[in-house]
């Protein structure tokens, strides 16, 4: 078996709200979302968990959570325990993935200077490769990456996070980016279209722009 540098599995779970919750009684939504935050808040000390909202940018989700963690079955745990709580049965799942971070094959020179590690901006998306792309050899491909490279390292300011799903779920890959502004994105994966290795991209979608936040305030926004 080849020496391969593994790290935690990571949990995407996206969460969308039905909108009879909203008919609720005052008192009775402020209890839920409280009781939802405070099992996220209580699993956080066991784990690394983030919230994300998607209020005002995705219409097919409200929220996500992140979750890191060296099992699988800690994704099981908790959810098990947010599926106890009443804010869940007004909660459906309409994407999550399942991957695991792992050294990249391709050598890419050191990349850009991580600036800093609470970016505001969180775009995430699965992606699958062509065939054709694990048809060339390991040369090709890194000579192709490393346009890919050169075109990332002109935006230090946009952080790259790319997990691998191979075997475990639906893409081959989730990758996720963060930045301040991402209009900075937007014109990255601009200039990355016209790189060779663009060619090889089987799909992208769907694409999630997030707002990091407090669980409570990610909640708060549902109304």
């Known amino acids: 078996m080849p020496d391969i540098e593994y790290d935690d599995f990571v949990k995407f779970s996206f969460f969308k709200l039905d909108r009879s919750w909203r008919l609720l009684p005052a008192d009775e939504r402020r209890s839920s979302r409280e009781e939802f935050a405070s099992v996220v808040d209580e699993l956080s000390s066991a784990g690394s968990i983030r919230a994300y909202s998607t209020v005002g940018t995705r219409a097919d989700v409200d929220f996500m959570l992140l979750q890191n963690s060296p099992s699988v079955e800690a994704f099981h745990q908790a959810a098990s325990r947010l599926n106890?709580?009443?804010?869940?049965?007004?909660?459906?799942?309409?994407?999550?993935?399942?991957?695991?971070?792992?050294?990249?094959?391709?050598?890419?020179?050191?990349?850009?200077?991580?600036?800093?590690?609470?970016?505001?901006?969180?775009i995430i998306y699965p992606m699958v490769k062509t065939r054709a792309w694990y048809g060339k050899t390991m040369e090709e491909r890194q000579k192709m990456m490393n346009d890919h490279f050169r075109v990332g390292h002109n935006y230090p300011m946009v952080k790259i996070n790319t997990t691998y799903a191979f075997g475990l779920y639906d893409p081959e890959f989730v990758v996720a980016f963060e930045m301040d502004d991402p209009s900075d994105f937007v014109s990255l994966v601009m200039d990355l279209r016209e790189v060779p290795a663009a060619q090889f991209t089987l799909s992208e979608t769907p694409i999630f722009t997030t707002i990091r936040m407090p669980i409570d305030e990610a909640l708060a926004a549902l109304g």
């Open 84 to 122: 106890a709580t009443h804010l869940a049965s007004y909660l459906d799942q309409p994407h999550s993935y399942l991957t695991v971070r792992r050294k990249t094959r391709y050598k890419h020179g050191g990349g850009a200077p991580e600036l800093k590690t609470d970016y505001r901006y969180f």
